[in-house]
């Protein structure tokens, strides 16, 4: 298992135990089902269901995705921890994004969220 799904599956753990995050994740997607995100890496495909019920991860591509980002597994993994800002990625052509790339501040809040219900 790389980083990166290492990283997802922590995600995913907060995401699915820790109230507070349910209540940020239920405010984000508001009246509809969920959010989809498509990860493309070297490592695979891989998408990420957000719903009111929690996170649940899944192996594949899914057909329409709100937001897809390909990019080197290091890459994600660095934007997602912050050690690695965004906007220089995509302005240096590191990282993809294809779809709603506003999807991608209310993740960052998740991701903080969850790091720091962590520690």
Do not use: C
């Not at 990625?89 to 790091?115: F, Y």
Request: charged fraction near 25%.
């Amino acid at each position: 298992m790389s980083q990166l799904q290492e990283f997802f599956k922590f995600l995913q753990s907060k995401v699915n135990e820790k109230d507070d995050i349910k209540k940020f994740v239920s405010d984000w997607i508001g009246p509809y089902d969920g959010k989809i995100l498509q990860v493309h890496t070297e490592d695979g495909d891989q998408y990420i269901v957000i719903t009111h019920d929690g996170m649940t991860m899944h192996e594949g591509t899914y057909p329409s995705p709100d937001v897809i980002y390909k990019a080197k597994a290091d890459v994600l993994l660095g934007i997602f921890t912050g050690d690695v800002k965004f906007k220089d990625t995509m302005k240096d052509g590191r990282l993809e994004v294809i779809g709603n790339a506003h999807e991608s501040d209310p993740l960052a809040n998740l991701i903080l969220q969850a790091l720091m219900g962590a520690m």
